[in-house]
């Protein structure tokens, strides 16, 4: 299985400033035949279901703010806050889906510093 | 508009036996493969099991292999998730989630359903 790890657990950043969150995999997540990273990234808010924000690394999911960018290949990713509002305090997930089983990350929680 | 509605959830023994379901509208159904997720208390997220649009291609996660089956009925456009022998660590929100159209990402979630397994 393909082991996701995200870096870190917990952050807290000022309103306004930049929130970075990373993601590394045990293995490739990159597919050679297409040169497209198997990589997305997921919202969580207190309640309520994942959402999808990003898909292949670094494209953005309809309607999902720019402020929001995916970064990375390979085994290693980025997901970049570059303007944290408030309505951002959430857990942040990334989702492998270049092999089965997929995989999570165990989580990021972000809040307000 | 999207929706997915999970369905079925509830308080079981352990060894006992669910089953879950997911009404989906808003979205081609049958076009999409569907996958179960499921979060135990406080936990992240655990990728359950997932059928490819025609019904014939399934897969699980090796934690619930040969416990649950899932499966789908696209012309009434339900997902379904029938769990047994069921265990303590199969407590969960339960999450339907359909596919994006292009990749394997999961675009389209329902609000999940609570299972809980004690005695």
């Known amino acids: 299985d393909i082991v996701m790890t995200q870096s870190p657990d917990s952050l807290a950043v000022s309103l306004g400033e930049r929130a970075t969150i990373r993601c590394k995999s045990s293995?490739?997540?990159?597919?050679?035949?297409?040169?497209?990273?198997?990589l997305a990234w997921y919202q969580q808010k207190a309640g309520q279901p994942p959402k999808l924000l990003i898909y292949?690394?670094?494209t953005r999911e309809s309607g999902v703010p720019d402020r929001f960018s995916g970064s990375g290949s390979g085994t290693d990713f980025t997901l970049t806050i570059s303007s944290l509002q408030a309505e951002d305090v959430a857990v942040y997930y990334c989702?492998?889906?270049?092999?089965?089983?997929?995989?999570f990350g165990q989580g990021t929680k972000l809040e307000i510093k | 508009e999207v929706q997915l509605e999970e369905s079925g959830g509830g308080l079981v023994q352990p060894g006992g036996s669910l089953r879950l379901s997911c009404a989906a509208s808003?979205?081609?159904?049958?076009?999409?493969?569907m996958t179960w997720v499921r979060q135990a208390p406080g936990q992240g997220l655990e990728w359950v099991s997932t059928?490819?649009?025609?019904?014939?291609?399934?897969y699980y996660a090796d934690s619930v292999k040969g416990r649950f089956t899932i499966s789908r009925d696209n012309s009434k456009n339900t997902l379904d998730l029938q769990m047994n022998s069921l265990r303590a660590d199969d407590t969960a929100i339960y999450y339907c989630?359909?596919?994006?159209?292009?990749?394997?990402?999961?675009?389209?979630w329902g609000r999940g359903t609570l299972v809980t397994v004690s005695s």
């Open positions: 808003g979205f081609t159904f049958s076009s999409h493969a």
């Open positions: 293995q490739t997540v990159l597919y050679s035949s297409d040169n497209n990273n198997y």
């Open positions: 059928v490819f649009p025609g019904g014939d291609n399934t």
């Open positions: 989702h492998q889906y270049y092999g089965t089983p997929h995989t």
């Open positions: 292949w690394a670094s």
């Open positions: 989630a359909g596919y994006c159209s292009s990749t394997n990402c999961y675009r389209y």
